[in-house]
């Protein structure tokens, strides 16, 4: 057997893992997802800078701040989107690389390396705008800020912004995630599908979100327990349907990886 053969036909047939091979894989898509990296990192440093600026010159501008972030956010989900650019998954079921390289590809940009350019340029705007004394007061009153002893309280702030902080984690792996099986799984169409899915998915979650809301809230004005259900359980409840769903997701999108053919 030659080398050729052997480096063709065994991370395939033995199901392999190498970095190396998927350091090819970047090295095969860097032409494309080069593009999209320089723009999330410039557009997150744009709109962390002229957040903090435009709120400094006029509070009025938070509107377009929450917009501007919400754009952020919804290209976040959608960064997979840019594997459906081109018929590249055409080539790429005829390189030697193997499925589990093409998971740790595919998830490695998605979901580390994408996400870190966005919070690193985004916290460089954040740094560059430090350096106006009206931005600095701005920023320090953000850190510094101390909420009513009432809304901790009522929200047991330590239990409940942990609860908060996965549930936060927890969502936005689900709409990556839906974005990247919607990307691998359809053969046309596959942005039209991401996006589609990903909305699909997120007014699911709001409906029964705001079923659960909506039975805690009665139980709390009606129940005669000591004990009634609060928004905590809520989000717990939340969370656990939204792993369960992330973890079939995750199954379904591996396995569409691995053995995906033209």
């Known amino acids: 057997m030659t080398e050729l ?49 435009l709120t400094t010159l006029n509070p009025l501008f938070i509107i377009l701040v929450v917009l ?3 754009a952020i956010i919804y ?8 594997f459906s650019r081109r018929n590249f998954h055409i080539t790429e ?3 030697p690389v193997s499925g589990n390289e093409k998971v740790a590809f595919y998830f490695s940009y998605s979901f580390i390396i994408i996400p870190l350019i ?16 009206d ?12 909420l009513p002893a009432e809304v901790l309280d009522a929200f047991n702030a330590k239990s409940f912004g942990t609860t908060y902080i996965i549930s936060v984690l927890a969502t936005w792996y689900e709409m990556v995630i839906t974005s990247l099986f919607a990307v ?7 942005a ?22 909506f039975i805690i809230g009665f139980d709390e004005l009606n129940s005669t327990n000591s004990t009634p259900l609060s928004m905590d359980s809520a989000l717990i409840f939340s969370i656990i349907l939204t792993m369960i769903f992330n973890i079939a997701m995750t199954y379904f999108t591996v396995r569409t990886i691995k053995y995906r053919q033209v």
């Open 75 to 82: 290209a976040l989900y959608w960064n997979p989107i840019i």
């Open 135 to 146: 931005s600095r007061e701005l920023i320090d009153k953000i850190f510094n800020v101390e």
């Open 68 to 70: 501007a972030f919400t």
């Open 192 to 213: 039209l599908m991401a996006i589609i899915l990903t909305f699909a998915v997120s007014m699911v979650t709001g409906i029964i979100g705001g079923i659960t809301g």
């Open 93 to 95: 079921t005829i390189l």
């Open 118 to 133: 966005v919070i690193g340029a985004t916290i460089l705007g954040g740094l560059v705008t430090y350096l106006f004394p």
């Open 5 to 53: 053969t052997k480096t063709i036909d065994n991370p395939i047939l033995n199901d392999g893992f190498s970095w190396n091979r998927v350091k090819m894989l970047y090295s095969f898509y860097f032409p494309t997802i080069k593009n999209q990296m320089i723009a999330y990192a410039i557009a997150a440093f744009v709109v962390s800078a002229a957040s903090i600026l």
């Open 184 to 190: 691998v799984y359809f053969k046309k169409n596959k």
